[in-house]
């Protein structure tokens, strides 16, 4: 059964810095694309990032420059790294994943979700 796990929201003022964790079970990691997402109270999800099996990245516009992700296969987790937060980053985040091993049209395209972990970035 394909498990994902989010970890490491909480609380920070901006300007910040998270470090979210997707652990993952079910499935051979290492060969598929993972994904993070994000939706704000009153807003559509957002995708956010994604990383391909070869390790290829991809960003949203808003987060560029600022959040990398990253893939740890020997513990079939995947990280989100998150600077310079802002007041608009507020969301609860999810990663999320597909069978397949490239982020080709990610964002609209995942299959697996995990159950979210809430990020707020005070002013």
């Known amino acids: 059964e394909v498990q994902l796990v989010e970890s490491g929201g909480g609380s920070v003022p901006a300007g910040g810095s998270l470090r979210l964790s997707c652990a993952a079970s079910?499935?051979?990691?290492?060969?598929?694309?993972i994904g993070w997402f994000r939706q704000a109270p009153g807003k559509e999800r957002e995708g956010v990032s994604c990383?391909?099996?070869?390790?290829?990245?991809y960003y949203a516009d808003s987060v560029k420059g600022r959040f990398t992700i990253s893939r740890d296969n020997a513990k079939n987790t995947v990280y989100l790294q998150m600077n310079s937060l802002k007041p608009e980053d507020t969301a609860v985040y999810y990663c999320?994943?597909?069978?397949?091993?490239?982020?080709?049209?990610?964002?609209?395209?995942?299959?697996?979700w995990g159950k979210g972990t809430q990020v707020t970035v005070s002013s």
């Open positions: 999320a994943t597909r069978f397949y091993y490239y982020c080709s049209s990610w964002e609209s395209n995942m299959d697996y």
């Open positions: 079910g499935f051979t990691f290492d060969d598929y694309a």
């Open positions: 990383i391909s099996s070869d390790g290829s990245t």
